[in-house]
């Protein structure tokens, strides 16, 4: 079933102004009222989608977690056991996501934001690492808790520089260099 452009529209406006609103403070902060008069719709209009401020971003923050797993996931569309000397960086979708929801991630990263925004990511990110080093069968010997929580703050590590250099390379750029990190042969 196709959804209603004109609900697409009102979605679209709310995120936009929910974004737009979580620049300046955090979401427990802001109103039902100025969320909508932001995005230039009618109290009743938002109560036909949402309860509270928090169901509309906790609906937008599923939208993009659903993508950034998608995004993960797309090396493995390719093959069935990903080798990092192998990697074909055009195969890597996770920089291509963070540039799709730029806007999210400048207020994720921002220093006048809460970080639970960064946690929440975080989260996110190390279920798909353990999920993943538990299906591949790691067997390296470490701790898939201690390897997933490394590897999830490595990718995340690089997210905040691209952010700190104001997103400056392209997500291609970004793919690149991933690959030569991680083919880095430490003592070689």
Known sequence: MKTDLRILKTKEALHE???FLLKERPLDSISITELCQTAKINRGT???HYGKVEDLFEEYYK???????ESYQEPYRHTSRLEA????PATIRIFHHIEKYKKFYLIVFSKNVPLA??????????GLMKRDFTTQGMDSGADIDMLSA???NA???MVIQW??????KSAADMNEQLVKILNIRLGK
């Open 117 to 126: 925004y960064y946690y929440l990511l975080y989260e996110e990110i190390n």
């Open 85 to 88: 000397n192998r990697l074909n």
């Open 163 to 168: 952010h700190r250099e104001a997103f400056r």
């Open 46 to 48: 938002f109560y036909q």
């Open 63 to 69: 939208e993009i977690m659903k993508d950034l797993e």
């Open 150 to 152: 490394y590897q999830s």
């Open 155 to 157: 990718i995340l590590g």
């Open 17 to 19: 102004s929910l974004i």
